[in-house]
């Protein structure tokens, strides 16, 4: 049985070495640690299920790569470093190919490089752990194959929210900025309501040309006006015993919020160019990164229609407000996007996590799933560092509104923005914000850009 703790195995036949790893690991007072000096001792023991083996390369009973083989066999995905004196770069390159998390030469920086290569292993283990922990969770809530991913506490106030709009048929409305993942929310309330059954009929609003909005959404009949050759069913039958998701609603015009008013209304659609009333039962869900009120104040949206479709209200939170889900993100894409590609794990290293939790993403969910893809593709295809992280997103006004930062922060980053648009040209820079480029020296010099 395993026993609480991070349990890391030292396999190490010189035991003055030995020992100077196990000090120099138990100044952590979280590892538990046992001390092993041959291959043979170790693979006695590995049904205590250690965290992570440090192993010799040159054992008295045999090689580091027999040993490896073998503990795969009983644990394939044990992280195992391998410490040794061994100076062969092949069998370094070897080893790495063959899986193992680290290779490391036994020299004065052992030690100090040992001791980070664990930080990052148990780092990379917890927040896996972490992923599927979530996994679990949102599919015994809503058992559906796009999973949205976090543990935050804002994303747990929509889970909550989730629950109570899939009880019962009440209209939908979601909002929130861009890229949140209004979309992945409405799948989710719909293949978890007794409605599952039938279709949900996804609309943009914004894609579609304002005359051509109600026989979309409505159908018509055969020659109700040029080119109409045949009947067509409108997006509302279609989904008729199921859902409508109404997307961008805020684009469309008064005209045929009018129309979709007297639908909403009666429950009930004429086909354009018909004078048949067809029942419908549809439980309609809306989204917008809009603010809805606010347009019903400027008299862009009617009020009447604002207030059949609020429903429940779901505000989803922007990526900067969901802490360490931005990690948990990431690692989720990191995953997904190896296993469509083939590829071998890769990690984040503390520099890119430190940089991914800095960030604003004024793209969200999907600014995140890009870079983070496009940082895989740049990276030497075992570890993403900071360089590979490449944040290309245009500052928009309202993420300098709603993030709480300091007035020094926000200089820095609109500094930070104006330098990489100039190529890191600091004179044209200083100019372009009208300061002077000593100001700009100055952070560079401190650290601070």
Do not use: C
């Amino acid at each position: 049985m395993k026993t609480n703790g991070f349990q890391i195995f030292i396999v190490e036949d010189d035991p003055w070495y030995g020992q100077v790893i196990e000090y120099h690991l138990g100044l952590n007072p979280d590892y538990q640690l046992q001390r092993f000096e041959t291959g043979k001792a170790l693979l006695a023991n590995l049904h205590k299920k250690p965290d992570v083996v440090t192993l010799d390369f040159s054992l008295p009973d045999m090689k580091g790569d027999e040993l490896f083989k073998k503990i795969r066999e009983i644990q394939p995905e044990l992280p195992v470093i391998v410490v040794s004196s061994q100076e062969d770069i092949a069998v370094a390159v070897k080893l790495l190919k063959m899986g193992v998390s680290d290779y490391l030469l036994k020299d004065d920086a052992t030690k100090d490089l040992l001791w980070n290569s664990i930080i990052r292993i148990r780092e990379n283990q917890s927040l896996k752990m972490e992923v599927e922990t979530l996994k679990e969770e949102l599919g015994q809530k809503f058992n559906f194959q796009k999973n949205i991913i976090g543990s935050s506490e804002s994303l747990q106030k929509v889970f909550r929210l989730i629950e109570k709009a899939i009880k019962t048929n009440i209209n939908v409305s979601i909002s929130g900025e861009t890229g949140t993942g209004k979309e992945v929310v409405a799948k989710a309330i719909h293949y978890n309501s007794k409605r599952k059954n039938k279709k949900l009929v996804a609309v943009n609003m914004s894609a579609i040309p304002d005359e051509l909005i109600e026989s979309e959404l409505f159908g018509y009949e055969k020659g109700a006006f040029t080119g109409a050759v045949s009947r067509k069913i409108g997006k509302f039958e279609e989904a008729d015993g199921g859902t409508i998701f109404l997307d961008e609603i805020a684009e469309l015009d008064l005209n045929n919020q009018s129309k979709l008013l007297r639908v909403l209304q009666e429950r009930e659609i004429t086909r354009v160019g018909g004078n048949s009333k067809i029942k419908l039962d549809v439980r309609l869900i809306v989204a917008t990164h809009q603010d809805l009120a606010e347009k019903v104040k400027k008299n862009e949206f009617r009020e009447d229609l604002y207030y059949r479709v609020m429903g429940l209200p779901i505000l989803l939170p922007p990526l900067r407000e969901r802490g360490n889900d931005v990690l948990i993100l990431a690692k989720y894409f990191i995953d997904e996007f190896t296993r469509e590609n083939d590829m071998e794990d890769i990690v984040l290293s503390q520099s890119a996590r430190d940089k991914l939790l800095k960030y604003h993403y004024p793209g969200n969910v999907r600014e995140l799933k890009s870079v983070i893809e496009l940082a895989i593709v740049m990276s030497n295809e075992k570890e993403i560092t900071a360089e590979d992280l490449s944040f290309n997103s245009i500052i928009r006004e309202e993420t300098f509104l709603t993030e709480q930062k300091s007035l020094r922060d926000h200089t820095i980053d609109i500094i930070k923005y104006y330098l990489s648009r100039n190529n890191n040209d600091v004179v044209s820079t200083a100019k372009q914000l009208e300061i002077g480029k000593s100001t700009i020296y100055k952070m560079i010099k401190d650290g601070e850009i």
